[in-house]
């Protein structure tokens, strides 16, 4: 059935969480790009931690902490080789994609910018890569120019070199979770770079989507989280380069990032560690490195290839269907975007066409999907969001038509 | 479908379809009051023109789902020509239908609720807006049922002053 670039049938049944049903229906989860659901490789990789290998990292002599370590450091390595890094120490570990922003913010930009200095940010940005910079431009004073959008939601780039003129920073998305834009981030990092900007990517939709090459963008820092990624919450990454870390000051205080505490100061561990205050996530580091390997063992080519072919037939099942009554936002074709299809069904609101959906067993999101000045500029209060992950399929997009058909049933004027 | 029908009952449908008392009222003499639910953008704006204790004229917009929506037409309808102190009884007693969910987690199946909401409620009648008790069932789903009961209360609350 499946003419997309991977056996989706043979990933599906590592996903535990696909058997079960929900109001008598099978599962059909279209929400990837909120969160992504978990193979068994995840799940064992993390009960096998703390079955067999529990104890804390970097402290213990003993056999099981450094397993521990081990495990640990382990993960950090395969997290840089999925993306690029040239060095496991250029990942340091946090929470997620917002907590590698915000250090960013309170690390980097604390100790850099001034009143007045300026950074670029674009107008499909997630909240967590704006609103870091609101609270630094009430703090310092500092100045935010926007990258204006298309008719289609791709970056206008036509003022770019203006926008960048005297910029500190420039940050950006690599992928819209609204519209699926993919931003060519080699290019406007380029571009930044040479007007002595540095470059933050936040990669949250893009590391799950596509293969990611940090170094290949040439950018300085690169944030992502592996909800997204199929690995567990609570774990994210922000690779930055070696030499920016080792100048940046800690972002927290504690244990781990320190190399010696007096009783008049401190010494900062070296990187990665400087950045890791406190007993990290270490089942989820672990979990987060099986479910780099699990991409990785599939081929993140594929992957894009799965997403862009199931992209494309849901685009064109859907406007073949329901032709102008369903206004999709983002770029025309799945070329240019990842695997999210955004849209508004007659003047239908979001919540109900997914309360519809949920009757059906269909999970999609209703909202603004944190991306409010997106949201004004497409002039909608809220979208409806269906998006897509390696153990989704074409009946999973026929299934979404068919309940936006009861959809149009209940609610037609 | 049991439950959706329980949410979309067809008297809300129908306020949705068709919300009374939409529009706009000159302010003054009439009180303009807006509200929002910043999860899903819902919008409701009234016009509320209050004299000598009645709730004389209501008028609403705004945008947002069919339950913010109807829920804003079914209040709009059942506030007009009343007097403020039986909108206020009537504010109270549909955040009572509203929370019996958290007070009847419990068995809730099959009990109509009616009794909910303390003794100095028994008798108020909600007539039409009983339809939006199907609403508790889908906790998210609360928060656009009373956000014109919130905005309403916030302007009576402005013009008592
Ligand atoms: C593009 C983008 N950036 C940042 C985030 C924030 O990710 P997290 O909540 O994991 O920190 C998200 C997740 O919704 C996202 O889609």
């Known amino acids: 059935m499946s003419t997309t670039a991977l056996d989706v049938a043979r990933i599906q049944a590592d996903f535990p969480i696909l058997r079960r049903e929900v109001r008598g229906r099978r599962l059909v989860y279209l929400d990837s790009a909120s969160s992504a659901q978990k193979p068994q490789a995840v799940l064992d990789a993390m009960d096998r931690v703390y079955r067999e290998s529990y104890a804390n990292v970097h402290r213990g002599v003993y056999t099981i902490a450094e397993e521990a370590t081990t495990l640990f450091e382990a993960a950090r390595a395969k997290v840089a080789r999925f993306v690029g890094a040239r060095e496991a120490r250029e990942i340091v570990f946090t929470r997620n994609a917002t907590e590698a922003i915000n250090l960013v913010a309170y690390s980097w930009a604390r100790a850099n910018l001034r009143p007045g200095d300026a950074i670029v940010l674009s107008l499909l940005e997630h909240h967590a890569n704006v609103v870091p910079w609101h609270i630094l431009r009430e703090e310092r004073g500092i100045e935010i120019r926007w990258i204006p959008l298309t008719a289609d939601q791709r970056l206008d780039l036509s003022d770019l070199d203006r926008l960048l003129d005297g910029a500190a920073m420039l940050g950006v998305t690599a992928m819209s979770n609204v519209t699926g834009t993919i931003v060519d981030v080699a290019r406007l990092a380029a571009a930044a770079r040479a007007a002595g900007a540095h470059v933050l990517v936040d990669a949250c ?3 799950p989507q596509m293969p990611v090459d940090v170094t290949a963008w040439d950018a300085d820092f690169v944030a992502f989280s592996s909800h997204k990624l199929l690995g567990p919450a609570g774990i994210g990454a922000l690779w930055a380069r070696a030499e920016l870390l080792e100048a940046m000051p800690p972002f927290m205080g504690g244990g781990e990032m320190i190399r010696d505490v007096t009783t008049d100061g401190f010494l900062t561990n070296d990187i990665p560690w400087k950045f890791e205050a406190g007993t990290p996530a270490i089942a989820e580091a672990v979990g987060m490195g099986a479910a780099v390997d699990y991409l990785d063992a599939i081929g993140m080519d594929a992957v894009r290839a799965h997403e ?9 099942v859907l406007t073949d269907r329901f032709g102008d009554r369903l206004r999709v936002f983002g770029p025309a074709g799945a070329d240019d975007r990842g695997g999210v299809v955004s849209f508004l069904f007659d003047d239908i609101h979001a919540h109900d066409v997914s309360q519809v959906a ?3 067993g269909i999970c999609v999101r209703a909202g603004h999907h944190c991306a409010k000045p997106l949201m004004r500029e497409l002039g909608v209060p809220a979208t409806t969001r269906a998006s897509f992950g390696v153990y989704n399929d074409r009946a999973d997009v026929d299934a979404l038509v ?3 058909t009861k959809v149009e049933d209940f609610f037609s004027i | 479908m049991s439950g959706l029908q329980d949410l979309y009952r067809e008297i809300i449908l ?4 068709a ?16 509200g929002f639910n910043p999860l899903c953008g819902d919008e409701v704006i009234l016009y509320l023109e209050v004299e000598d204790g009645m ?10 789902c069919s339950i913010s929506q109807a829920s804003t037409s079914m209040m709009s309808a059942a506030i007009k020509g009343k007097p403020v102190a039986e909108v206020a009884t009537l504010i109270r007693a549909f955040k009572a239908l509203m929370s019996i969910h958290e007070s009847k987690l419990e068995g809730a199946d099959g009990s109509d609720g009616s009794d909910a909401g303390g003794t100095d409620l028994a008798g108020v ?13 889908f906790p998210v789903r609360i928060k656009c049922a009373t956000l014109a009961w919130n905005v309403l209360q916030q302007g009576l609350d402005e013009t008592a002053v």
Do not use: C, I, W
């Open chain 1, 205 to 207: 939709q893009a590391v």
């Open chain 1, 308 to 316: 862009r072919e199931l992209t494309r037939y849901a685009l064109d």
């Open chain 1, 358 to 360: 949920d009757e059906e």
């Open chain 1, 402 to 404: 068919a309940a936006l």
């Open chain 2, 14 to 17: 129908d306020h949705y379809r």
């Open chain 2, 19 to 34: 919300p009374r008392n939409r529009g706009e009222l000159p302010v003054p003499p009439a009180h303009k009051v807006e």
């Open chain 2, 55 to 64: 709730v004389v004229d209501v008028r609403t917009s705004g945008q947002g």
């Open chain 2, 125 to 137: 009648r909600l007539g039409d807006l009983e339809a939006l008790q199907g609403v508790v069932k």
